[in-house]
Nanobody, 126 residues
């Protein structure tokens, strides 16, 4: 089992930046592709970004390309999401996820065997 805990959410003005962190415990995440998803009220959970286990390959949803950057530190068992140029439509609960493969994270819907964090709220005011 992998336990994931997100932090770093909050209220930010449009155009601002927020950095989310995800701390893993239970198992090392060094062999897991990791990702971020988000969900706003009344909407399906949306893929945001993913990274390979080594961090060499990254993936982004179309709505965040060029604004968000995913990174990981396997030595610290953490994953981060740097979010820049935030827009009101980025408002959502953001979830950290660990998958067994990249397709497990990027396929719609995501694989049922994904490990999820509890989520952290990001609110972007206009």
């Amino acid at each position: 089992q992998v336990q994931l805990v997100e932090s770093g959410g909050g209220l930010v003005q449009a155009g601002g930046s927020v950095r989310l962190s995800c701390a893993a415990s239970g198992r090392t995440i060094s062999r897991y592709p990791m990702g971020w998803f988000r969900q706003s009220p009344g909407k399906e959970r949306e893929f945001v970004s993913a990274t390979s286990w080594s961090g060499d390959t990254t993936y982004y949803g179309d709505s965040v390309k060029g604004r968000f950057t995913i990174s990981r530190d396997n030595g610290k068992n953490t994953v981060a999401l740097q979010m820049n140029d935030l827009k009101p439509e980025d408002t959502a609960v953001y979830y950290c996820a660990a998958g067994h493969t990249i397709p497990a994270l990027t396929t719609i819907p995501p694989d049922r065997r994904i490990y999820w964090g509890q989520g952290t709220q990001v609110t972007v005011s206009s």
